[in-house]
């Protein structure tokens, strides 16, 4: 192991050392990462931009932010004294719970002393003599490491848009994945929300119970299913737990995308329409993600997507008073699930409000932002702050921001400058001894978090013991092995609906964004199959070197 100076909690000075690994980020999965490593006995460094653990959950703080996975399912599997002890509260957890949750198992495994917070990696570079990474942070420090695993998040980048007239605007604004952490009051104001994705369609309903006018930008409807959030009761809370092992292996083996819900039996054309249709109540009943798990071809087959997208159409007909305002709000240009599925709490209600107006800015675009206004082609809206729910650069912009130099100086922007390409989403082929958790090329995003995270952390730390038992320096890897993995991911893309999206899946939300299908869409079990069969294999697909001998001193 690496002599190390690893006091330093917030406050303390830096360290400046050698380290076996550095870790990029501290949510939920640099945290459970640090964990790992301790437990092997390595030396770990944790480097965090925000100030405090939390990840996605430390930045997004906006008015009405919760998980769209149950809470009892949302949360780490990893030891059962944690998962007995902790009390959820609701079905589905709001933001501050779940960053409470973050903090409890910080203290719990006290990982505060080996996270250095409000603290940037600026470069890593790889040392192919001595088979370390540089690691040069924001506060002006350089540390070395064996390993760097990158867990960066995939929603952490939040993404300003460019709207022309922007830093002018004269009142406050705002963005939902930035959120600030002292309480926003926007009571007796004007505000305007760009954006309907996930977070606009969470933060419209609370926004518009406080702000005197609420004007919502809709450049793309979304579908959006209602939450039906409610307290836990007792029970339901015992029901996990006094299952919770068994629950956890369903998630983690039999589950496409981690979650325990109802396997469907069906294809949605199997059904008659009336069969049909109460089975699609039913779910709307229930709430939640599992709507799309009603039938087992609503992501492949565009006839059967259409039976399901119709129903909440209609729903949305039926919700919003205004039949102007319910025909935009109907969206009719992907699949639904295409996109990430929305769930939200009275959404579409919310429209029936007095202070609450539809801008459709598909016909009517957004011109500028005045001092106190907004501007679309037809008209000027005057709004005291502005709220911007427009999303993130998903799944590779924390990387990218990141200048990591690998094999012969490349960066790895160079490398993804097509679009990102990783073998397993785990490793980048002239990237040694640099892991990303939940990476593209991984399931990642499609699938509860948690699950996938702690996946990638227990392989990645069983690799890092493989290597050190074996005496091996570096494990890379094969070209061959990432350029069928990434054919492969796009192959089972193919096979879906999702690539007819405009989506963040895609990289479509930014300009020039190169659009390919990032996460890999095989299901979690299956991924999981495979991650293992390669590492039975002795880490097929991989290169691992070994140390060089040490050369005996010549004596005469
Ligand atoms: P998003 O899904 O990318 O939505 C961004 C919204 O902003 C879209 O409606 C987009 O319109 C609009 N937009 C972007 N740039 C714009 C511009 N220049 N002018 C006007 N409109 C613009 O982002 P998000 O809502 O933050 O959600 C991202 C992901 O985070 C979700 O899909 C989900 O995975 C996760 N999330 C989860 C939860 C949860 O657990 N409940 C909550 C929030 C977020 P277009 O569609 O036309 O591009």
């Not at 931009?49 to 906006?62: I, K, L, M």
């Not at 080996?114 to 940037?120: A, K, L, P, S, Y």
């Not at 300003?160 to 600030?180: C, E, N, Q, R, S």
């Not at 039976?307 to 639904?336: G, S, W, Y």
Request: hydrophobic residues 40%; aromatic residues 10%; negative net charge.
């Amino acid at each position: 192991m690496s002599a190390v100076q690893s006091a330093s909690a917030k406050g303390q000075p830096a360290a400046t050392g050698a380290y076996d690994v550095v870790v990029v980020g501290a949510g939920f999965a640099g945290m459970y990462m640090l964990h790992r490593l301790r437990q092997q006995g390595l030396s770990a460094r944790v480097y965090e931009q925000g100030g405090d653990v939390g990840g996605t959950w430390y930045w997004n703080r906006y008015p009405g932010a919760r998980c769209d996975v149950e809470s009892m399912q949302y949360s780490y599997s990893f030891d059962e004294e944690l998962q007995q002890e902790w009390e959820w509260s609701e079905r589905y957890a709001p933001q501050p719970e779940i960053l409470k949750y973050a903090g409890h198992v910080a203290d719990r495994y006290d990982l505060r002393r080996d996270i250095q917070f409000d603290t940037r990696v600026d470069r890593a570079a790889f040392d192919e003599t001595a088979n370390r990474w540089s690691v040069a942070t924001s506060d002006g420090n350089t540390v070395t490491a064996k390993y760097v695993v990158l867990a960066t998040g995939c929603l952490s980048n939040a993404r300003m848009p460019d709207i022309k007239g922007l830093a002018g605007f004269k009142g406050k604004v705002y963005h939902t994945g930035h959120w600030p952490h002292e309480r926003v009051d926007f009571t007796g104001q004007r505000v305007a929300v760009i954006g309907t994705g996930s977070s606009g369609i969470q933060a419209v309903p609370v926004i518009a119970e406080q702000a005197s006018h609420l004007t919502v930008f809709q450049r793309t409807a979304n579908f959006s299913i209602p939450a039906r959030n409610a307290a836990l009761t007792a029970e339901e809370r015992e029901a996990f737990r006094s299952n919770y092992p068994e629950i956890r292996r369903i998630a983690r083996e039999e589950m496409r995308n981690g979650i325990v819900q109802e396997v469907p039996d069906r294809g949605a054309l199997d059904d008659g329409e009336d069969e049909r249709r109460a089975r699609f109540e039913s779910r709307w009943s229930k709430g939640g993600l599992t709507f799309m798990g009603v039938y087992n071809n609503l992501a492949f087959d565009k006839a059967a997507n259409d039976t399901a997208a119709d129903f909440v159409r209609n729903k949305i007909a039926e919700i919003v008073e205004d039949p102007h305002t319910a025909k935009l709000l109907q969206p009719n240009d992907h699949p639904i699930g295409s996109k990430r599925i929305c769930i939200d709490t009275d959404y579409f209600t919310t429209f029936n409000r007095p202070n609450v107006t539809l801008v459709d800015i598909k016909s009517d675009p957004i011109q500028g932002i005045l001092p106190h206004a907004v501007r679309t082609s037809a008209k000027e809206i005057e709004v005291d702050a502005l709220v911007l729910a427009t999303g993130f650069d998903a799944m590779t912009g924390s990387v990218a921001k990141i200048d990591i130099r690998g094999r012969n100086g490349q960066t790895l922007n160079q490398k993804w400058a097509e679009g990102p390409r990783t073998y397993l989403g785990l490793m980048s082929a002239g990237f040694p001894n640099l892991f990303i958790i939940t990476g593209p090329g991984s399931p990642s995003v499609l699938s509860n978090m948690i699950v996938s995270i702690e996946q990638h952390v227990d392989w990645i730390t069983d690799c890092i013991a493989h290597m050190r038992d074996r005496d091996l320096v570096a494990i890379e890897a094969s070209r061959d092995a990432e350029d069928k993995w990434v054919a492969h991911v796009n192959e089972v893309a193919r096979t879906t609906l999702y690539p007819q999206a405009n989506s963040w899946y895609m990289g479509a939300n930014i300009p020039g964004k190169p659009q390919i299908f990032m996460p890999y869409i095989g299901g979690v079990g299956l991924y999981r199959q495979i991650c293992n069969d390669v590492a039975a294999k002795g880490y097929e697909g991989f290169a691992m070197t070994a140390a060089k001998p040490l050369k005996r001193a010549v004596s005469s």
